[in-house]
């Protein structure tokens, strides 16, 4: 079963070519593949077959142990997004449906020396010394997700201490009732810094801020 039309394909390889540094998509998986590790596999390969400056590398999350947790992969499916370094840009559960276009920002963004975040934001997030964990949770039919998705993602790019998991919380059951998710994009910073929508980068940053404040 293919993911993408030829429409699709057509369309991505013209909005590939003005990829910079060369991608790298790692994919952990499993031998006895769970649900939905099948067609994220899939759909990672289908993407890396349409450029050259993108490859796909597949593990296994139990026989690769040492490789997932070089990348702190607690669950699959599972991807990274990266160039020539790991910036901290994670996808759990299938990038699919809205969440699509929040893998290919992720590829542009790693792509390039450019970053889609204002100057000033920039400013804020390079001063920061302790480690922040942003987690996204979004379901593919939620059209406000990708907005948020990718300014964590973003911010994991621009920020050497944050690290921004999308988490596509139907495959996750177990996080949905431990971060009480009811409606969504809901956004978890550091465990205890919660809210919910798609709200503007400098809101974004400022609640970044208030998680830190918490363990000061």
Known sequence: MAFLREKDIKD????????????????????????????????????????????????????????????????????????????????????SGYEFASLLEAIEIVSSDKSPLKDDTLDKIKAIKKDVHIQVFVTPTCPYCPAAVVIGHALAHAGSKIRADMIEVTEFPHLANRYAVMGVPRVVINEDTIFEGAIPEPAYVDKIFEALSKSD
Do not use: W
């Open 12 to 95: 991505l390889k013209k909005r590939f070519e003005s990829l910079n540094k060369p991608v790298r998509l790692i994919n952990f998986t499993q031998e006895i593949e769970c649900r939905h590790c099948r067609e994220t596999r899939m759909l990672l390969q289908e993407v890396a077959d349409i450029s050259d400056k993108i490859t796909i590398e597949v593990y296994d999350f139990q026989l690769d142990k040492k490789v997932a947790d070089r990348f702190a992969i607690d669950k699959i499916p599972a991807s990274v997004v990266m160039a020539d370094e790991d910036v901290g840009i994670r996808f759990y559960g299938i990038p």
